[in-house]
């Protein structure tokens, strides 16, 4: 992982940008003590797919009851 301050990042962007198409990720750090402000990371197609349920997905729908209470009971229910 490479390490560039943001003057740096911004004077060699397009060369950046070709190692981050390479697959190595890039750490932009801000002022003099570099703090790290942002990674710059190749493009991962798999991450913008849904994600499907775990083994148990397939078996079972959750169940939404309706909940009625009524003003007393509400009023009654705090400590």
Do not use: C, H, Y
Request: zero cysteines.
């Amino acid at each position: 992982m490479k390490t560039v301050t943001i003057a740096e990042f911004k004077s060699r962007l397009p060369e950046l940008l070709e190692d981050v198409a390479r697959g190595e990720r890039i750490v932009v750090q801000k002022g003099r003590k570099r703090t790290n402000v942002a990674i710059l990371s190749p493009f991962d197609e798999a991450a913008l797919r849904p994600r499907r349920l775990g083994q148990l997905g397939r078996r079972g729908k959750p169940v939404f009851r309706d909940w009625e209470l009524s003003e007393d009971d509400f009023l009654a229910s705090r400590p």
